[in-house]
């Protein structure tokens, strides 16, 4: 910052005097240091910047204007603030508070809406997708075939493609790996970004081995690796000798460009050639295609060519035996593409997260609008405090451009103060926000404050001013003299003006927009907590872990052993399955005849111990014996929604289930349960022992600890850690803590809007005390008038809360029909309740009313106060 | 006083006191003028101010400064020392020979 108000080498020496003084301080207080050197930085700049700005400014000035001068008026105004302390702070709390939020959410939310494609010309990249006519928007699907790319790149030569998959994983160690993607020969090509250190070389596309070439990200390089300089040609294996060699690294914020990798790759592979069965398999689609066209080619013709091509993919595909129990849906989308679509990139990788980032930015314009015209109504009102003075100038010569410069000066000063802290604010809490942000969401930039931002924050600065200074003119725009100096203070009948109620009107129209998305989100939160997940969550702690690539059901069994003999332990169960992870996989198991429609269907592979930690009971039936599930024999449990579905009017138990031609019995029934997460409902579960897969693994650890266990979760990862150290605990915590993870997006959305909404019930609360103060304050000897001619304290209290009526009323008017119109874009995250949920609107407009009224009340109070005597001596 | 001595202000003559002052203790850059003038006038002191004067100064020929080598504590920056060159001295020189005769002039009696 420094850099842009001196010369390079005084601001280095500059904020290296600070950081030699921050250090020392830190040996004291390490927080209290920080501060410190954001305060001192922030203070030195703010003078480097004003004195710069007087400087240049008293170079320039034109002789026309020389009533006063640019340095004059900064310094008076910095005077003038100085003696209106209240409105000086209260403008810079506001500006500020809207400020750092605003561009906290615009740091977030800027890739996704604002910040171009880091690709090279990223216009001319499109997303290659096949579908189906014959379904409603003839919906596409994410993967094609190698067939489908095949013909594809044949049809249209001219054409750049290139094809990547997405969802593996490669091992660096005994128990960790990294998330990885493979990517073809023409990926970087395609894009137009190279890797920033090493590269593919052709001969990583040959055949399979074990030790597969990767480029890392550069976040990876730097997390994991500490930066090494010699991380190209380093080989990270297991125990099995499988494993990576680093061949590259990519650029740093590399943003990986196929919709479904949002969860981003952290390793690129190099796709080797598959097996012949493989390539030719029309009907096997686990592959996405990304173009860049030529310039000035036609979408649509290219579209219509390989429409072409696809039909001729579509007579090679096989023929499959029709299955009754698959959808319609199902049984289309089994076959061939007819369709093939090419969307602009850009729009793909957003789609998901377009309308968050567009409903977060809103409210976040909203309260920077909100700030804006409470900005204004106190400005307004100070212009009119200052209007003798203001005429006195004018009647000595002052045009209107020196006059308007006076005020444009004082609001500039004013403004940029908040806009600065706001900036500084938001860089401290951008992180904390940044934390709260869900697992999955593409932001296409890592959220910082850097240049983007700042020049946000001047924009919005700049419009600020602009509206501010207009607004006050406004109030000023009868400068007669004679009038203005023979009146005191008496300025009723403007306190009243229509433009003051439509200026207050707004506000509480905005706000109360604001805080009704705030009420709806965190009702609709609420009503997600209220559910009932089905199984025991007190006491009871998930367990994500990794083991290494061979780990036999004997160390399986091992390990659940030592868990169950840790003091306090009730209960262990080991799955080889996600929990509360919003993952649903669905299930092999064929469905008997004559059974009823169902969802889907969640097959879990558990352990005996599973039903006791999850505090499931038979409730019809009986449970497994831990021979059954844990040495594997062809027995399952399921669920009442299966039970009722599978065999509708009579029992479950004692009826079989085929699974890959194996039958299974079923002897018991259990509650449904919230598999995936807390905000989706069950379909049914199928429970199978984890032992009869043909290659058991343990992904989950289910914990239930005694009642009367303090704090039992360290005990258990401390056994672990010792006594399997090949064993990688990926995340351990508490149930209660994995339920409200797997609504994070919820919880966000619902911090986010509230926060804002709470913003915004501040900020018009603030502002209208402030407006009312200042208008109560410039009547002080109509109101002792008032008290002289008989009126009582509550009859002046009364009057004052009356007058506000009209802006109050109306605002919430406005702002119910704004609101109308606005919540309609959040109904799909809300949770089985709609925009319109009357406790929500009626504690949002019940709030709003109470912080309106409380505004008024105080200044109303102080006025009933006033003694006439000296109410009549003031001026 | 000379035609060659700038005349000084009042904050730019505790600038350059306080430069000598932390040159007689070791260097004298940003922290060390900074302290010594807080220290010595119990004056609250715009940081910024400082440095702003500091530079000011220079630019006028009364200062000249040199860097050291980038430290670690620093956060591998360099240093800016300054030194008082020999017109500031005379400006200094010339202004306390004023204030003296000016107090001279007052005499014993004065009540300050």
Redesign the interface.
């Known amino acids: 910052m420094l850099r842009w108000l ?1 010369d390079a ?2 601001a ?6 600070l ?3 921050r ?1 020392r301080r830190a040996m004291v207080s390490p927080w209290r240091a920080t501060l410190w050197s954001w305060r ?1 930085t922030l ?6 910047a004003v ?1 710069n700005l007087l400087g240049r400014l008293r170079d320039r000035r034109p002789a026309a204007i020389r009533f006063g001068g640019w340095r004059q008026d900064a310094r008076h105004a910095m005077r003038s603030l100085r003696r209106a302390p209240w409105y000086a702070s209260t403008v810079v709390a506001v500006i500020a508070l809207s400020t750092a939020l605003a561009a906290t959410v615009f740091a977030i939310v800027d890739g996704v809406l604002f910040k171009p494609l880091t690709y090279a010309d990223p216009a001319a990249l499109y997303y290659v997708s096949g579908g189906f006519s014959s379904l409603p928007n003839a919906a596409s699907v994410v993967s094609a075939s190698l067939a489908d790319t095949r013909a594809w790149a044949a049809a249209v030569p001219e054409v750049t493609m290139s094809t990547a998959s997405i969802g593996t994983n490669v091992t660096i160690s005994d128990n960790d790996y990294l998330r990885a993607a493979f990517v073809d020969r023409y990926f970087f090509d395609v894009v137009g970004v190279h890797p920033l250190l090493g590269g593919f070389s052709e001969a990583d596309f040959g055949p399979a081995a074990k030790v597969q070439p990767a480029i890392v990200t550069y976040e990876v390089w730097q997390s994991r690796f500490g930066g090494a300089p010699d991380i190209i040609g380093r080989v990270l294996i297991d125990a099995g000798g499988e494993g990576a060699r680093i061949v590259g690294v990519l650029p740093r914020g590399f943003v990986y460009p196929h919709p479904a990798g949002r969860v981003a790759p952290e390793a690129l592979l190099a796709m080797r050639t598959p097996s012949a069965a493989v390539r030719n398999d029309p009907s096997r689609r686990g592959w996405q295609v990304i173009a860049r066209l030529p310039h000035a080619s036609s979408v649509s013709s290219i579209e219509s060519r390989l429409r072409l091509a696809a039909r001729e993919v579509g007579q090679q595909f096989p023929v499959t035996p029709d299955d009754p129990s698959a959808s319609a849906t199902r049984r289309i989308t089994r076959g061939p593409f007819d369709v093939v679509r090419l969307r602009p990139l850009r729009d793909v990788l957003v789609a998901p997260t377009r309308m968050f980032a567009l409903a977060s930015f809103t409210v976040a314009a909203g309260l920077l609008l909100l700030g804006a015209l409470n900005l204004a109504g106190l400005a307004a009102g100070r212009t009119l405090d200052r209007q003798r003075e203001l005429t006195l100038r004018s009647a000595l010569g002052g045009s209107t451009a020196t006059l308007l410069r006076l005020l444009a000066v004082e609001h500039v000063i004013v403004v940029a103060i908040g806009t600065l802290l706001g900036l500084a604010i938001a860089t401290l809490t951008l992180s904390g926000v940044t934390a709260l942000l869900p697992v999955g969401i593409l932001l296409l930039k890592t959220p910082a404050i850097d240049l983007r931002v700042a020049a946000f924050g001047l924009v919005a600065a700049v419009a600020a001013v602009t509206l501010v200074t207009i607004w006050s003119w406004r109030a000023l725009r009868t400068r007669h003299l004679r009038p203005v100096l023979a009146s005191s203070a008496g300025a009723t009948a403007r306190t009243r003006s229509p433009g003051r109620v439509v200026m207050m009107a707004s506000q509480i129209a905005v706000a109360l927009a604001m805080a009704l998305g705030g009420a709806l989100l965190s009702t609709s939160l609420l009503r997600v907590w209220h559910e009932d997940p089905g199984f025991a969550v007190d006491q009871t702690a998930r367990i994500r872990i990794n083991t290494p690539s061979t780990f036999p059901l004997e160390a399986q069994q091992e390990l659940l052993d030592a868990v169950a003999h840790v003091p306090g332990v009730i209960a262990v169960a080991g799955l080889d399955e996600m929990f509360l992870e919003r993952a649903v996989h669905g299930s092999t198991f064929d469905k008997p005849a004559g059974a009823l429609e169902t969802g889907d269907v969640e097959n879990l592979s558990v352990t005996s111990g599973f039903f006791a930690a999850a505090g499931l009971a038979a409730v019809e039936g009986r449970l497994p014996t831990r021979d059954e599930f844990d040495r594997g024999r062809r027995v399952v449990i399921v669920s009442r929604q299966v039970a009722a579905a599978f065999w509708p009017g009579r029992s479950a138990v004692g009826n079989s289930l085929v699974n890959d031609g194996e039958t299974f019995e079923v002897i018991g029934v259990v509650a449904d349960i919230r598999h995936a997460s807390l905000d989706r409902d069950s379909d049914g579960e199928i429970y199978s022992p984890n032992a009869m897969q043909a290659r058991p693994e343990l992904l989950n650890l289910l914990v239930r600890f005694d009642d009367d266990a303090v704090d039992p979760l360290p005990r258990v990862v401390n056994t672990l850690a010792i006594r399997f150290p090949n064993v990688k605990i990926v995340r351990a915590e508490m149930l209660a803590d994995a339920l409200g993870s797997s609504v994070q997006l919820r919880r966000f959305q619902a911090w986010l809007f509230g926060v804002f909404g709470g913003a915004a019930l501040l900020v018009v609360g603030v502002g209208m005390l402030g407006t009312i103060a200042m208008s109560v304050a410039r009547r002080t000897r109509e109101v002792g008038v008032r008290m002289a001619l008989g009126a009582t304290s509550s009859g002046v209290a009364a009057l004052i809360l009356r007058e506000q009526l009209p802006p109050v009323v109306s605002g919430i008017a406005a702002g119910a029909l704004l609101s109308g119109w606005l919540v309609g874009f959040l109904k799909e995250y809300l949770y089985k309740m709609t925009a319109h949920d009357w406790m929500a609107w009626t504690s949002a407009i019940a709030v709003l009313v109470l912080v309106t009224m409380t505004a008024a009340l105080v200044p109303a109070l102080r006025a009933s106060r006033v003694d006439p005597i000296k109410a009549l001596r003031v001026d | 006083m000379p035609q060659d001595v700038p005349p000084l202000g009042e904050f730019e003559q505790m600038v350059l006191l306080a430069v000598l002052c932390a040159e007689k203790d070791g260097e004298a ?3 060390t003028v900074f302290d010594e003038l807080t220290a010595r006038t119990k004056r609250g002191v ?4 400082v ?2 004067t500091l ?1 000011r100064l220079e630019k006028k020929g009364l200062l000249s400064s040199y ?1 050291t080598e ?1 430290t670690a ?3 591998g ?4 020392c300054y030194q008082v060159t020999k017109p500031a001295m005379a400006a200094l020189r010339e202004s306390r020979r004023a204030l003296l005769n000016l107090w001279e002039g007052l005499g014993a009696k004065s009540g300050i």
């Open positions: 001196t080498t005084l280095d020496s500059i904020a290296g005097d950081e030699a003084e250090r001192s203070a030195v700049a703010l003078y480097f004195s | 850059y940003g922290i715009a940081r910024g101010a440095y702003m530079d860097q980038p504590e620093r956060g920056r360099a240093k800016r």
